[in-house]
């Protein structure tokens, strides 16, 4: 059984090598093209739902991030897990398929990609739609005891190696297993094959331990980035969807879209039931707003 060509019919499996990494996606649809990242602790498969809809309409490219799912690193450069050299991989992704320009999707860690790289790829990055995050260094100011208890994995993970690995080894499928109950309200509400996929990449510690590296560059370097960003002035260019767990809000009771306000003119968006999982749980609000923003930038 291949889980993933059962998730997504009628899409074409590709393994693009990049400076330094493989990078694992598949491709589908035609137009103007799609770039979905996922989140911890998923993979490519968290856009199951909404990546044959999008298809109809535009090409989209749903990838692994590099070190997780089946994406793999080579010869990881000294801070591997930042946000910046992530994206310049999936940027090179991109053009191997010969997309210069093209709009990004993100949810939860691969939206911390995903405005990066439209911070950092103006010229390449046409529109940018971000789910359930606020930027990094806006998090960690607002972060307080509520977040700490809800959010431990921020700084779990974020400990020098190989405390976290350490940890995390110990009985890998009940460690997700309650990440995504938390994240889901059950694991029944998640599709089979797909849990079944973040099970099978949690279990190979070298995700593990890409997951960490990601988390301890969002303690580090990408929130540096991102104070030199606001320090700058400099602002996302683009046009900006933000869809966010309806009811949530962060550091000083702030609505994550007026947030987002402070690093960006043209930003639209609205809180949606269904908890975190976005794609997955609240699928029909998210095309609703979604696919109508992809056409019109």
């Not at 939860?108 to 990066?116: H, I, L, W």
């Amino acid at each position: 059984m291949n889980a993933i060509a059962d998730l997504f019919p009628g899409f074409r499996a590709a393994e693009i090598k990049t400076s330094s990494a493989t990078l694992s996606a598949v491709i589908g649809g035609g137009g103007k093209p799609v770039l979905l990242l996922h989140g911890y602790p998923q993979t490519k498969a968290a856009w199951h739902r909404v990546a044959g809809p999008l298809a109809e309409r535009f090409t989209v490219i749903a990838v692994d991030l590099p070190g997780y799912g089946d994406s793999r690193v080579i010869d990881p450069p000294e801070g591997w897990g930042s946000k910046r050299w992530m994206g310049a991989q999936l940027h090179e992704l991109m053009r191997a398929l010969g997309h210069e320009r093209y709009a990004v999707v993100g949810h939860d860690r691969g939206a911390r990609v995903a405005y990066r790289m439209a911070l950092d790829l103006p010229d390449a990055v046409m529109s940018l739609a971000s789910l359930a995050v606020v930027p990094t260094s806006d998090m960690w100011s607002g972060a307080d005891k509520r977040f700490g208890m809800g959010a431990f994995h921020w700084f779990m993970m974020a400990q020098p190696f190989d405390l976290p690995e350490r940890l995390l080894s110990a009985d890998p499928d009940y460690f997700l297993d309650l990440t995504l109950t938390r994240m889901a309200g059950g694991l029944d509400r998640l599709h089979p094959l797909a849990l079944e996929e973040y099970r099978r990449a949690f279990r190979d510690p070298s995700v593990r331990h890409a997951m960490c590296e990601d988390y301890r560059a969002c303690a580090g370097v990408d929130e540096q980035l991102d104070l030199e960003d606001r320090r700058d002035g400099r602002k996302l260019a683009q046009p900006v969807l933000i869809l966010w767990e309806e009811g949530k809000s962060f550091g000083g009771g702030r609505v994550p879209i007026d947030i987002w306000r402070d690093w960006a003119d043209r930003v639209s968006g609205r809180g949606l039931p269904g908890g975190h999982l976005l794609a997955e749980r609240a699928t029909e609000d998210v095309l609703a707003d979604l696919v109508p923003f992809l056409e019109a930038s």
